[in-house]
């Protein structure tokens, strides 16, 4: 939700700061500042809005003595201004702190402190925290890691999330950095050494991380670090190579992520397959499920938890279990599953997707399954991320890092997963060898016919402009074609900002078709033939109501002519991937409607990419 970063070193202190923070900005960028111990004092330089107004504010008055931090914020507690923008001084002036996550009971906290005589410039939760660290340092009288043991002992009183990086300015050389619930990373460099939310601010300076477990502390200094809990007991951290180059996070010549991360679809879905078919090609594999065949043929009921594009990759994984396995399956909202307390079977498994792995209502569905002690498992894209190290196994989707807020090469390569998964349990179970074989031929294919799908942007984005200037839109399909409906709504609206909603095609007549009108375009997604004539019939439905109609129709369909006012045709595929191949159009349909309406594709208002509140 914010992202944090820190850097001790000889290097511009500064200058690699706001490099790192550009690089986080996708994370929530409400406002952004960074702080250093320049002179023997904090200097704190904060700005509201993008890096770019923080950096245009540096100027050479700026110079940092070899350490500092910063922040990019996504509004929590307190509203979007100056005062609430990060990094927060301590009321003495001796602490200043970055922070991601959320403190529930900082209202007590902060009371506690008005008592003692500190008072507040700002509304948030990280200011009373910025303060309660400095109360127990003043009040601290050990002289031995005095600025590590005042942090452990605030952050006992603390109760919420957090990812914290702290500057002391009695301890110029040192920063405190803490982590619970939300992510953090110690980079370690050539005699210097940075820390971040995520590793994409750092791979340009290094590949050698670690990763903080929730309730590890670590004071880090330019050539060395250690790493404890929070009862003072010294760890010995693991670490770790990351397998990120720095292109992965540059746009490269895409004049947005988003649409950089589309045209890598063929990629990341070979690198989703690559290695995970048996040799015979007749089934799927997947090393990090460590569960034995024996044990796969126990399960019973599968539960899959997530949260936005991802839980529209458990619907269409629920269709393709359900019908290539034949195991009952469940969908659940992750904020809802973790209070509904679900009767679910005892040899259910339970799966999270997540391409962040670090979504808070994601992780806590996790815990909630792991606590009812049920068998948890994740796909996700970010190795080591808290999800992927708290689940019991799981399926790395190697997508390679989604920048963009808008989910694309993430949801397609978790639905390629999600086959694979189907596959794998249907030949556990009554699909025959050569169904199998068929199915992963199709998979094999998929990259190229995706390939074939990506030539055609410019007639998609012709398309898409002729439907620009509309404020409603309605994304209509059957069966698995309804999650992918789903899908293209929330693509649109995410960053076109305008109102669309996903529905069953059939469904329509049950009300929805009082909105139809020549102002609320229908975009029907028809590549199943068994539903073909019936969707046809939607279609018409629809158009006598003068709706504009757009539909994504297989190769070879017959489509009346006058049907529809714009088609985009696709390869045909196995039913079981024509999800993935209908999908494709609608992320380039809702990426040129943006762009036509000179929207921030990859920073839309309100939104952040990893959702680290509940
Ligand atoms: C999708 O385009 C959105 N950015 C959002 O719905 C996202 O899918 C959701 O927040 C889940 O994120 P996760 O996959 O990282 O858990």
Redesign the pocket.
């Known amino acids: 939700m914010c992202s944090i970063i820190g850097y001790i070193g000889n290097r511009d202190v500064a200058q690699i700061l706001l490099d790192g923070l550009s690089r986080l900005e996708y994370r929530g960028y409400d406002s952004a500042g960074i702080a250093g111990i320049q002179c023997e004092e904090i200097s704190v330089v904060k700005r509201l809005g993008r890096v770019k107004n923080l950096s245009d504010a540096i100027d050479e008055s700026v110079k940092f003595d070899g350490i500092g931090i910063g922040h990019t914020r996504w509004a929590t507690h307190g509203s979007v201004s100056l005062e609430n923008a990060h990094p927060h001084l301590s009321f003495h002036g001796i602490f200043s702190l970055v922070h991601n996550g959320v403190i529930e009971n900082y209202e007590s906290i902060k009371h506690f402190l008005v008592e003692k005589g500190y008072e507040f410039y700002s509304e948030t939760d990280t200011e009373v925290l910025v303060n309660l660290i400095e109360y127990h340092f003043k009040k601290e009288t050990s002289l031995e890691n005095k600025f590590l043991v005042s942090v452990q002992k605030a952050l006992l009183h603390v109760r919420g999330t957090y990812g914290i990086a702290v500057l002391c300015k009695h301890s110029p050389g040192e920063m405190v950095v803490a982590r619970k619930s939300s992510p953090l990373l110690i980079g370690i460099g050539d005699n210097e050494m940075f820390i971040a939310s995520d590793a994409c601010a750092i791979v340009a300076h290094t590949h050698n991380v670690v990763y903080l477990n929730d309730g590890e502390l670590a004071s880090i200094t330019q050539s060395d670090f250690s790493v404890v809990t929070m009862k003072n007991e010294k760890i010995d951290a693991v670490k770790c190579e990351l397998d990120w180059r720095i292109e992965d996070v540059s746009r490269g010549e895409h004049e947005h992520f988003m649409l950089k991360e589309i045209c890598e679809q063929p990629v990341a879905l070979q690198n989703a397959m690559r290695g995970r078919f048996s040799d015979d090609l007749s089934t799927a594999k997947f090393g990090g499920l460590r569960l034995s065949p024996r044990e796969l043929r126990q399960v019973d009921r599968i539960l899959f938890c997530?949260?936005?594009?991802?839980?529209?990759a458990c619907l269409i994984a629920e269709y393709l279990i359900e019908k290539y396995a034949r195991i009952p399956v469940e969908v659940a909202y992750?904020s809802e599953f973790r209070y509904s307390n679900a009767p679910l079977e005892k040899n259910t498994l339970v799966f999270v997707?997540?391409?962040?792995?670090?979504?808070l209502?994601?992780f806590a569905a996790l815990q909630e399954a792991k606590r009812k002690g049920y068998r948890t498992l994740a796909i996700?894209?970010?190795v080591g991320s808290t999800?992927a190290r708290e689940s019991e196994g799981g399926i790395y989707q190697h997508s390679g890092p989604e920048i963009?807020?808008?989910?694309?090469k993430?949801?397609t390569a978790?639905v390629c997963v999600a086959a694979m998964l189907a596959l794998l349990l249907g030949r556990l179970r009554d699909m025959s060898f050569d169904d199998g074989v068929a199915f992963v031929q199709a998979l094999l294919q998929l990259p190229e016919k995706v390939s074939k799908i990506l030539e055609k942007k410019d007639e998609i984005r012709l398309i898409a402009e002729k439907y620009a200037h509309h404020e409603d839109m309605l994304f209509l399909g059957r069966q698995s074609m309804f999650p992918v409906a789903l899908?293209g709504a929330?693509?649109l609206k995410?960053i076109s900002y305008i109102h669309a909603e996903g529905y069953p095609a059939a469904e329509i007549k049950h009300g929805p078709i009082a909105l139809i009108s020549g102002k609320c375009p229908c975009f029907f997604l028809a590549t199943q033939r068994n539903t073909l004539q019936k969707t046809l019939s939607n279609i018409l439905e629809v158009k006598a109501r003068n709706a504009m109609v757009i539909a994504v129709v297989a190769e070879g369909s017959k489509i009346p002519p006058g049907c529809t006012d714009d088609l985009i045709v696709v390869p045909e595929t196995h039913d079981a991937l024509e999800p993935i191949l209908a999908t494709i159009p609608l992320q380039l349909f809702a990426y040129y409607i943006a762009k036509a309406r000179g929207c921030d594709i990859d920073k839309p208002r309100n939104?952040?990419?990893?959702?680290t509140v509940e």
């Open positions: 997530a949260c936005g594009t991802a839980w529209h992750s997707i997540s391409q962040s792995g670090e979504t209502d994601s996700t894209n970010v999800i963009g807020v808008a989910s694309t993430a949801f978790q899908e929330l693509k995410e939104l952040a990419k990893s959702v």
